[in-house]
């Protein structure tokens, strides 16, 4: 007997309620070693991006537009660990690797969110460095208090815009199985081949989505770097070369390996053969780029090393009076 059409999609849609992360590696022998790795990349990311927001926000030397967009990527890098490390922590100490639909669409939008104001924050940082060495008569009038607010706030609201529609659409398909997702997250290319409904007008309107969202800020970087390469070279003595160089080589080092790995995962080829590489090359830009991103900032800027000796400073200099203070009151 044949079932009702509708009645037929209901089923279906109420089949699946969970789906299984099937993660990064099945062996057993692994989990102990992956689990422990992960924590401590997990909480040197944490730490490392904190450090920065608390000394871009405590340090006044460092209330200028880079800084500030410095800042907010810190924030950034710290939500986007965040969306990805704690889940697959919990899954390597449990064993438990499903994840509700609800969760796994949660853990989409908020990875959606997080990715594609990335791509614009570091937009607007490459245009920072660009007026910087390009245009430095113009820097102040232009990267004033209210432009910088305007383009950091775009960043986040187009990540909002661009995840909402999406996720939202995808929301609505169906999953009636299988439910096991070859991933280490809720990554849209591999959740949407599980859905039992016809989404080859979803895959084409993400695809363009996704092209409105990240192609501008994507060729804006381009540009800026192309102009502030050719600037540079034009600059006569190699000191002076130098100098306005490392104004922006942090930046373009984060740039480089964040679009690097980006473009890496989604223009490889289809696959099974290169699935794996796929979800290595993931690793890079959702786990390991918060990770390296304050270590490159610290360690090739003299502004904030020189901010982080004096925070080093202020804590001896703190533990040494709380010391003395110790020692006086201490009964005798």
């Known amino acids: 007997m044949d079932t009702p059409h509708?009645?037929?999609?209901?089923?279906?849609?109420?089949?699946?309620?969970?789906?299984?992360?099937?993660?990064?590696?099945?062996?057993?022998?692994?989990?102990?070693?992956?689990?422990?790795?992960?924590?401590?990349?997990?909480?040197?990311?944490?730490?490392?991006?904190?450090?920065i927001v608390a000394i871009v926000v405590a340090d006044h030397h460092l209330h200028t537009p880079m800084y500030f967009f410095l800042g907010n990527l810190s924030c950034l890098e710290t939500c986007?660990?965040?969306?990805?490390?704690?889940?697959?922590?919990?899954?390597?100490?449990?064993?438990?690797?499903?994840?509700?639909?609800?969760?796994?669409?949660?853990?989409?939008?908020?990875?959606?969110?997080?990715?594609?104001?990335?791509?614009?924050?570091?937009?607007?940082?490459?245009y920072d460095r660009y007026l910087a060495i390009c245009k430095p008569l113009h820097y102040v009038s232009i990267m004033n208090?209210?432009?910088?607010?305007?383009?950091?706030?775009?960043?986040?609201?187009?990540?909002?815009?661009?995840?909402?529609?999406?996720?939202?659409?995808?929301?609505?398909?169906?999953?009636?199985?299988?439910?096991?997702?070859?991933?280490?997250?809720?990554?849209?290319?591999?959740?949407?081949?599980?859905?039992?409904?016809?989404?080859?007008?979803?895959?084409?309107?993400?695809?363009?989505?996704?092209?409105?969202?990240?192609?501008?800020?994507?060729?804006l970087t381009l540009t800026s770097y192309i102009s502030i390469i050719t600037t540079i070279l034009r600059i006569p003595s190699t000191t002076g070369r130098k100098k306005a160089f490392s104004t922006c080589s942090s930046h373009l080092i984060v740039v480089t390996i964040f679009y690097g790995t980006l473009i890496i995962v989604y223009l490889l080829p289809d696959i099974n053969i290169l699935q794996s590489?796929?979800?290595?090359?993931?690793?890079?830009?959702?786990?390991l780029t918060p990770l390296v991103n304050p270590l490159i900032y610290s360690l090739r800027n003299k502004e904030v090393k020189e901010a982080l000796r004096k925070v080093v400073r202020k804590l001896g200099s703190f533990t040494a009076v709380q010391s003395i203070q110790a020692d006086t009151f201490r009964p005798k």
């Open 6 to 51: 509708g009645t037929h999609e209901s089923r279906n849609q109420t089949s699946i309620m969970e789906f299984i992360l099937l993660g990064i590696g099945n062996v057993p022998e692994l989990q102990v070693l992956l689990f422990l790795l992960f924590l401590v990349i997990y909480i040197m990311t944490m730490a490392g991006n904190i450090l």
């Open 80 to 126: 986007y660990t965040s969306t990805v490390l704690p889940r697959m922590l919990a899954s390597l100490t449990t064993g438990d690797r499903a994840i509700s639909v609800s969760g796994c669409f949660m853990q989409l939008y908020c990875f959606g969110v997080l990715a594609c104001s990335e791509c614009y924050l570091l937009a607007a940082m490459s």
């Open 145 to 219: 208090d209210r432009f910088c607010f305007q383009l950091v706030a775009g960043s986040w609201i187009s990540g909002f815009v661009a995840a909402s529609i999406i996720v939202s659409w995808i929301s609505m398909l169906m999953f009636c199985g299988p439910n096991e997702i070859d991933h280490f997250l809720c990554e849209f290319n591999v959740v949407i081949k599980l859905s039992c409904s016809d989404t080859q007008s979803m895959v084409l309107v993400a695809f363009l989505l996704s092209s409105l969202f990240t192609l501008p800020p994507f060729l």
């Open 277 to 287: 590489m796929t979800k290595v090359f993931s690793v890079f830009y959702t786990i």
